[in-house]
Structures are given as C-alpha cells and as structure tokens.
C-alpha cells in the first residue's frame, strides 16, 4: 500500500511539473503576441486587432495565476477560476468600449499590416492550444487555460477574415463585426468559467463542511 501511494505522489508531482513548463512557454507566447497586436493594432486602427491584444493580455495574466496554483488546493484553483472569469469579462468590456469608440470615428484599417498580425497571432494560439491540449480535461486550473487558448483561436481566425474583408470591401465595418462577434465570444467564456468556478468552490465547501471559509 505504501508503495502504491508513493508511486501515485511522484506521478502526481510529475504532471504538475509538466503542467508549468507548459504554463511557462504559453505565458510567454501570449506576452510576446500582446506586445505585437497592441503596436499592430495602433499602426493598422484595427478594432479587432486590439481586441485579440487585450486578450493575449488577459491569457498571460490567467497563465501567470494558473502557474502559481499547480498542486494547490481544489478550492484554491475554484478561486483562482473564478479571477480567470473575471479578467475574459473584463476583455469584452474592453472590446466594447473599442467598438464604441469606432462607431463614434469610422475609418478603413490597414489590412495588410491586419493580415500579417493576423496570421502571427493565429500561429502562435495554435501552438498554445496545441500545447494544453493534453489536459483540457484537467481540474478546473487547467480546463479555465484551455477554455481560453481555444477561444484564442478563434479569434485568431475571426482577425483573419476581418483583415480579408477588409481588403476585399475596402471598408472598415468587418473590422467592427468581428470585434463584435470576440465581444460576444468572451461574455460566452467568462460566464462559463465563472459557472465552472461557482461549482468547483461551492463542491469544495460541501467537502470540508467543518473548515471556515476564506
């Protein structure tokens, strides 16, 4: 019995370990991708070109929280969940606010330096969805990152075809469209993930009915 326990403690420890070397290159990834879409974005005046910035940003401050609670306590990653829910909320107001703006100053982006951005971006999500693939269906921690590496795709390729309209309309309104449409994607992701984390920490205190919160 000893030994079998102990067998399960180094395989536990070990795929938390590989856990955050994953977190480690997809943070990284997602910081390097923000700083290219913000000064792509400004350069191109695209809207959903910031849009998939602010949410690169978010990514590498939920990998950056989603590191430092690999091995913690379920109720601990429920919390951690439930900021990872917050931050994608705080993206679609970001995007909306964006749009906004747009509305009020139309103009025609820069689809060439759109579609450049673009496809860097998609490459990149793709590789960090790639990479968390093997534990989408992890606890709540790893599940929320891949909730949001996938999202990431798709906004990659929502970009995409923004910056192909663009070019093919020779018009500004795609660019809002898409933005739009990752307004809608992320308000969809966040109440996922805060549902998610609802329930992880609400089965946590069910659990520990004797301990005190907080």
């Given amino acids: 019995m000893a030994d079998s326990c ?5 395989e ?3 795929l938390q370990a590989k856990q955050r070397r994953v977190l480690v290159v997809v943070l990284a990834i997602n910081a390097a991708t923000f700083l290219m879409m913000a000064a792509a974005a400004f ?3 695209s809207s959903s070109l910031l849009s998939g910035g602010l949410d690169n940003l978010g990514d590498a401050l939920t990998y950056a929280l989603s590191l430092a609670v690999v091995g913690a306590s ?3 990653k429920a919390r951690v969940a439930l900021f990872k829910g917050v931050l994608i909320l705080g993206a679609a107001v970001a995007v909306g606010v964006q749009i906004a703006w747009r509305l009020a100053h139309p103009a025609v982006p820069l689809f060439e330096t759109m579609g ?7 490459g990149a999500n793709a590789v960090c969805l790639w990479l968390l693939a093997p534990y989408r269906h992890g606890d709540v921690n790893m599940s929320s990152v891949w909730e949001c590496s996938r999202n990431d795709v798709w906004e990659g390729v929502a970009v995409l075809a923004a910056a192909a309209a663009v070019w093919a ?5 795609p660019d809002l469209v898409v933005a ?4 809608l994607l992320f308000s969809r992701s966040a109440l996922r993930v805060l549902g998610s984390a609802r329930r992880e920490l609400a089965a946590a205190r069910s659990a520990a009915p004797g301990q005190p919160g907080g």
Avoid: E, M, P, Q
């Fill in 74 to 76: 379920a109720r601990a």
């Fill in 116 to 122: 450049v951005a673009a496809l860097l971006n998609l």
């Fill in 12 to 14: 536990v420890r070990a």
């Fill in 6 to 10: 102990c067998g399960k403690s180094i």
């Fill in 180 to 183: 739009t449409a990752l307004l």
């Fill in 169 to 173: 309309f020779g018009s500004g309104w």
């Fill in 43 to 45: 350069a191109a005046g």
